[in-house]
């Protein structure tokens, strides 16, 4: 087992001094004091990033809306799904490099990064440059008749709302921020990107790479930095909305944020204590399999992965050996290394989140399987498996976004919807099972905004996404996204 050679390009991307991008190039700004970006895998810094001050932001802001109301809004809708297809095209031509950015920073394994980061990032992209087109409002006809013979039309228009902000999250980098340049591009918008300051690398990249496509300058910038900067980048007055992905509570503070500053509009995709359940006839060894693939994927730093787990009471013995003999496969190590599938927690506070989380579960349930750092450098920590004593136990209710799946027996169907709903979140759950009757019957009764069957966190371009209660306000693709990014303009003719 070793670890594949970094491209020269990687080598030398990181002997840059990085910034932000704005207009089509790199800005420095005047703040020079630079954010250290450290490889989880051992903890090294392996380059800085200056973070933003109010000057680089008001540049940033200034662009996007010469752009919003000039080159990119000259730009046919034709024209523009053409673009974003060559940015597609870009991405793949410059994958492996993407990929192992992105595995630097993040300690996602190579494989996820080529899969997810490159491969389904060039997905979406292509998904969405096809809405480029189909973006219509209605006509319709007035329902007041009319009094002096006059005669009314109307129709509607829908009409990109203007610079939007994007806040990117750590765990996907790179297909998070091109689910916002898409959703932004495509509707005739502009955006600023502000990457997380833990794995802002691939986003500058991914500007540059715009720009090559020949995305006129100005249509998506990146500024760097902390919550501070996304902050501010939400308060200026300029901005149209704001799309956001991470944490519940900065989730509010960014709804909050927007609301003050002159109702800017805003989407949100949050957390989840996601649920899944394996009614009594499952396929144990397939249910756990789904569990054990989607759980565990990125050292379980996605927001749509299965944390908790409810097994009908009889089988949970087989239950449990069966999540053993599939965990004890897993393959640790370095995430550079092809034949490692699972590797270090994405940063040193998410580390030590997850290590408060296992100090709470040794004190409330069962350690099954793992539930410990491993003794060597970086941020890694076991595959772990827990079996909760009762239905209040933490580990049921907080959310961990790390490798930890907690389960829990019931006796009987009908305490699932409360099982289930137990919860602030709902982002997404699982059914596992062939009863066709009875998972019809749950489906209507689970507080989610997605429910998979035999399946869980399957993310496809044509299938709307988002969560209700705390997971989130507004949905990311399908044909959901056009209602976020544009405005619609009644048009009523009297003739
Ligand atoms: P946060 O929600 O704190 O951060 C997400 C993004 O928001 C980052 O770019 C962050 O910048 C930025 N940000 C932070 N504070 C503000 C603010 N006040 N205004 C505007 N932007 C802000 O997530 P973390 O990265 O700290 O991760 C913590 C937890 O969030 C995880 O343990 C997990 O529970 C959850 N999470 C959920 C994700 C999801 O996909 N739903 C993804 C990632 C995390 P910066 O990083 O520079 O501080």
Do not use: D, K, M
């Given at each position: 087992m070793s670890d594949i050679q970094l491209l020269p390009q990687v080598r030398n991307f990181l002997q840059r001094d990085l910034a932000h991008f704005i207009d089509g190039q790199y800005r420095f700004g005047t703040n020079k004091t630079g954010i250290p970006i450290v490889n989880p895998a051992d903890g090294e810094t392996i380059t800085h990033i200056a973070a933003a001050d109010m000057n680089d932001i008001s540049t940033a802001v200034e662009s996007s809306r010469n752009a919003f109301k000039g080159s990119w809004a000259n730009i046919s809708p034709y024209r523009r799904g053409v673009l974003l297809n060559r940015l597609a095209d870009l991405i793949e031509a410059n994958g492996e490099e993407l990929a192992q950015l992105e595995t630097l920073c993040s300690g996602k394994s190579i494989h996820l990064s080529r899969m997810f980061e490159v491969g389904q990032s060039a997905i979406f992209l292509r998904y969405y440059a096809g809405w480029a087109t189909k973006i219509n409002g209605e006509t319709m006809t007035p329902s007041f008749p009319s009094i002096g013979g006059e005669q009314y039309t109307a129709l509607t228009r829908r009409e990109p709302v203007g610079v939007v902000v994007g806040i990117v999250p750590w765990n996907f980098s790179v297909m998070i921020g091109v689910w916002k340049i898409a959703a932004a591009l495509v509707t005739g918008c502009t955006l600023i990107l502000k990457p997380s300051e833990f794995t802002p690398l691939t986003l500058l990249r991914l500007a540059e790479l715009a720009i090559e496509a020949g995305i006129p300058a100005g249509t998506l910038n990146v500024v760097n930095g902390t919550g501070e900067v996304g902050k501010a980048l939400i308060e200026h007055p300029h901005i149209a909305k704001v799309s956001f992905t991470g944490s519940v509570p900065t989730g509010i503070k960014v709804g909050q944020a927007a609301m003050a500053s002159d109702l800017t509009r805003v989407t949100l995709e949050l957390g989840g204590k996601n649920a899944a359940v394996l009614l009594p006839d499952a396929d144990v060894d397939a249910a756990v399999a789904g569990l054990v693939q989607t759980g565990?994927?990125?050292?379980?730093?996605?927001?749509?992965?299965?944390e908790r787990v409810y097994v009908h009471r009889d089988r949970l013995e087989e239950v449990i050996a069966a999540f053993i003999r599939s965990l004890k496969q897993i393959t640790i190590g370095s995430p550079l290394d092809e034949e490692v599938q699972y590797g270090p927690l994405a940063n040193q506070p998410q580390f030590n989140k997850v290590m408060q989380c296992l100090k709470i579960a040794q004190q409330e349930c069962q350690v099954v399987f793992g539930g410990k750092a491993l003794d060597r450098p970086g941020y890694f920590i076991e595959p772990t498996l827990l079996l909760a004593n009762s239905a209040q136990d933490r580990m049921l209710h907080e959310e961990t976004f790390g490798p930890i799946i907690t389960l829990l027996p019931y006796d009987d169907i009908d305490e699932l919807p409360n099982l289930i709903n137990d919860s602030p979140f709902g982002l997404t759950a699982s059914i596992w099972s062939n009863d066709l009757s009875t998972i019809l019957q749950l489906i209507p009764k689970i507080e989610t905004g997605t429910v998979y069957v035999n399946m869980h966190t399957y993310l496809d371009p044509a299938v709307p996404f988002g969560g209700i209660k705390s997971s989130g306000v507004g949905r990311e693709f399908g044909s959901a996204f056009i209602e976020d990014y544009t405005e619609l303009k009644s048009v009523i003719i009297r003739y």
């Open positions: 565990y994927v990125h050292q379980g730093q996605v927001c749509a992965a299965p």
